[in-house]
């Protein structure tokens, strides 16, 4: 289950897939739509910009220890959002990170997209997944409090919360 076709809540019917090498080109105009702060709140640092490498870096990805799932909007072929899953050193767990365009915010995609990040977590057999939320990101923290995730602060960073989901208690049948 890589790719499935949803209508949000608010009519926009979007192509949910892996995010390919190709897809770098949608990168600049999915990013000058998206918020300083929205950038900050994903990569913890106040950023104008991702410059050309990083993009570079977040489409080369190696898919036997890392996913990642874009969002296109079947209208006009445009970048909604993306969610990244990278394997840690053991193999056994997985540490997610999320962006979406920042209009599209509220519409229903970010929970979309990390129900279809988790079930496929629980597919490939990873034990858990996991993630670092900034405590001021209360629609985050209360959308993976929503999907069962366990949150306590960051032992190793202050402001941070680190959210759990221990793929265990997800039911089999994940569908979204
Ligand atoms: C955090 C982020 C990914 C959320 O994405 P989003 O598309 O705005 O979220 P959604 O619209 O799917 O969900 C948010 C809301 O709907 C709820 N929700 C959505 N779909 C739902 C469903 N099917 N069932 C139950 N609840 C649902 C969520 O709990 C939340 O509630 P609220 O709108 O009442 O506050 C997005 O805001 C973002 O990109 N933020 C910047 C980057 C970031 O913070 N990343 C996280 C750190 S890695």
Not at 8 to 16: N, P
Not at 116 to 130: N, P, T
């Amino acid at each position: 289950m890589l790719e499935r076709h949803v209508t949000l809540r608010t009519g926009e019917k979007v192509h949910i897939r892996p995010l390919m090498v190709a897809d770098a080109a949608l990168y600049p105009n999915f990013l000058a739509d998206v918020t300083r702060e929205d950038l900050r709140l994903r990569f913890f640092v106040v950023m104008r910009e991702l410059a050309p490498a990083i993009i570079d870096r977040l489409v080369h990805y190696d898919p036997a220890v890392a996913m990642a799932f874009i969002a296109i909007d079947e209208k006009d072929g445009r970048m909604l959002g993306v969610v990244r899953l990278h394997d840690d050193a053991s193999g056994e767990n997985g540490e997610f990170a999320i962006l979406m365009r920042s209009w599209l915010k509220g519409h229903g995609l970010g929970w979309l997209m990390m129900k279809h990040m988790i079930a496929y977590a629980k597919e490939k057999g990873l034990r858990s997944v996991h993630g670092q939320v900034l405590c001021e990101n209360t629609t985050m923290l209360q959308m993976c409090a929503e999907l069962g995730f366990h949150s306590i602060d960051d032992p190793n960073e202050q402001g941070v919360k680190y959210v759990e989901l221990p793929l265990a208690e997800v039911p089999a049948e994940v569908t979204i």
